[in-house]
């Protein structure tokens, strides 16, 4: 949904649904359907799908609205449909990650405390293999020794209709000529951030995420969002900033 939209509360319909999304997901590494949500809660489709409008509106979930069925198609740090992080927890396949930014979130997760995480993936420019070890919210190896996070969308450009093309624009990469590379075949300028840059971005919403559980929506500020990444140390002058 739209950027500087102005604060609301979820209803606690919203924040039933949303706990049923995140648990339902880390235990079955995929989203509800109408169905498993209503025997969650209780809900009838009519409260879910308004509770989905509240989450989708405060940058929780991506719903195809286009679909009688609501079909769900991220849930932050998940995602319904392949990308570029393959999350693997404690060696078996999981699910998808929405990003290579929200993989790092992963780990955070309460259901997944003291177990590890594994990001399999590889590099936007050449496609060969990277991967990204985590447990507890920190990193624990990874190679390329070198491997970085691309974004290649500005923050002002972030969540116009939703979050779909801002994960879209979040991805590995093996060091910063790869990431050159990637940004000529893309025709399109980004920043690099360390993986510790990216861990650091993460962080404040990794502790939140199903710890609280009245957490409130997310609201996209552009501009608070890039002060973050510059305090970071990220040089953000490929946004054109």
Request: net charge neutral; hydrophobic share 40%; proline share 6%.
């Amino acid at each position: 949904m739209p950027q500087n939209v102005p604060e609301f509360r979820f209803s606690d319909a919203a924040l039933r649904v949303r706990q049923c999304v995140y648990e339902y997901w880390c235990a079955h590494g995929h989203g509800p359907n109408l169905r498993a949500v209503h025997e969650a809660t209780g809900l009838t489709r009519e409260q879910i799908l308004e509770a989905y409008k509240e989450l989708d509106l405060g940058i929780m979930c991506v719903i195809d609205w286009s679909t009688q069925n609501a079909n769900l198609l991220k849930a932050p740090p998940f995602s319904s449909y392949p990308t570029c992080a393959a999350v693997h927890v404690d060696g078996k396949f999981h699910s998808y990650a929405g990003c290579a930014m929200e993989s790092l979130a992963v780990s955070f997760l309460p259901p997944f405390q003291g177990r590890t995480i594994a990001i399999e993936t590889s590099c936007a420019c050449c496609l060969e293999p990277a991967r990204v070890v985590c447990r507890d919210g920190e990193i624990v190896s990874f190679f390329p020794a070198e491997l970085a996070v691309h974004v290649s969308m500005s923050p002002r450009e972030w969540n116009n209709t939703n979050i779909v093309h801002m994960c879209d624009a979040m991805n590995f990469v093996h060091d910063r000529t790869h990431a050159e590379r990637y940004e000529r075949a893309i025709c399109r300028r980004g920043v690099l951030f360390t993986l510790e840059q990216a861990l650091r971005f993460v962080t404040p919403t990794g502790k939140a995420r199903m710890w609280q559980y009245d957490r409130p929506p997310d609201f996209l500020r552009p501009q608070r969002v890039i002060e973050f990444v510059r305090s970071l140390g990220v040089d953000v002058s490929g946004w054109g900033i």
